[in-house]
Structures are given as structure tokens and as C-alpha cells.
């Protein structure tokens, strides 16, 4: 959970104008992000330099933010998964937000409305290290005055290539699933 150039929520993030090139630029590195910008600009049939620039130009803008590997949880040895939600003391998000995404078993964080005030997708090694986690970590830090653990029995994920494109929020971090 980062804050796109030190943004503040609310404060409407400026949107770049994008053409059909861009779009198709952003969808093939959403599906291939290690792909070389020659392999890139022959796939879209544009020019490397195009290619370069445009790219360049997205990640200055924001479009994109940075470049990862997919890891599926289950083999990297975090084979639970749940959602957490947090009842906080307000105003609590800023400050509580930095500390929540330095524990290596949250995954996703974010501020919602309803009755938590934030739901957290984290990974842990099994049942006990979940408790241990939800007992230890959330419910000591002072500004938690409530927690809520839903467990996750599967999960679906969009294919990045049929993948509608997200403002972040719509990230899915599911493990990659084969077609049966």
C-alpha cells in the first residue's frame, strides 16, 4: 500500500491522457512485466525508441508504479490466507498504515467503509502463526480496538490478460491458478 507521488486521499490524482498505444503498452507488461522493449515494440509494431519513451513517460506519470514477480503463497510456504478486519481509533490510518505494511504477512491493506475501518489480506504458515498474528501483532497495537478474521478457503483471480484495468485498488493478489 503506497501513496502514489506523496498523494493525499481525496486530493484527486492527476490523470494522464492515454491513447490505444499506451493501453496496449500497460496490458502486455501487466501480463509480461520482465519483457525486453525490443520483444515489446515488435509485439505492438511500433518503433523501440516509441517504445522506450512511452514507457518512460508511464512510469513518470504514475501509470506505472514498479515491477514484480507473482509468487503463489501456498508454495512460497504461506498456505493460509484471511482477511483481517480492523476496528480503529480515529484518526489512527496514517500513522498505524506505515507499521501494518512492515509485517511480512500483510499482503494488502486497505481503508474501507462499513464496519471495519480496515481490511488486511495476510498470508501466514498455518493456523498458529495466523493466531499468533491476529493475538500478538493487531490486538497489542494501541490504536486497534477491535479485530474481525475471515478465513479464505479459495481463491479466484481474473487473468492479467483479460484483466480490466484497476486504479490500484482493484489489485488481485490470489495465487496463479492452471485452467482444468
Do not use: C
Not at 106 to 124: K, N, Q, T, Y
Not at 125 to 132: K, S, Y
Amino acid at each position: 500500500m503506497t501513496s502514489r507521488s506523496g498523494e493525499e486521499a481525496g486530493s484527486g490524482p492527476h490523470v494522464p491522457s492515454l491513447d490505444d498505444v499506451d493501453r496496449a503498452i500497460v496490458s502486455v507488461l501487466r501480463e509480461d512485466g520482465r519483457i525486453s522493449m525490443r520483444a515489446l515494440a515488435g509485439r505492438l509494431y511500433i518503433s523501440r525508441a516509441g517504445v522506450y519513451l512511452r514507457v518512460q513517460r508511464l512510469e513518470e506519470a504514475g501509470v506505472i508504479t514498479g515491477y514484480s514477480a507473482r509468487v503463489d503463497p501456498q508454495r512460497y510456504g504461506y498456505g493460509l490466507s484471511a482477511y483481517v478486519h480492523l476496528k480503529i481509533a480515529q484518526p489512527a490510518w496514517k500513522p498505524l498504515r506505515a507499521r501494518l505494511m512492515t509485517i511480512p504477512e500483510v499482503e494488502h491493506a486497505a481503508l474501507v467503509s462499513g464496519d471495519a475501518d480496515i481490511v488486511l489480506l495476510v498470508r501466514a504458515r498455518d493456523i498458529a502463526a495466523l493466531r499468533e498474528l491476529v493475538l500478538n501483532s493487531f490486538q497489542s497495537m494501541p490504536e486497534v480496538l477491535s479485530t474481525q478474521t475471515v478465513l479464505i478457503f479459495d481463491e479466484l483471480e481474473r487473468s492479467l490478460a483479460g484483466a480490466r484495468p484497476t486504479g490500484g485498488a482493484g489489485h488481485s493478489p490470489g495465487t496463479q491458478r492452471s485452467q482444468r
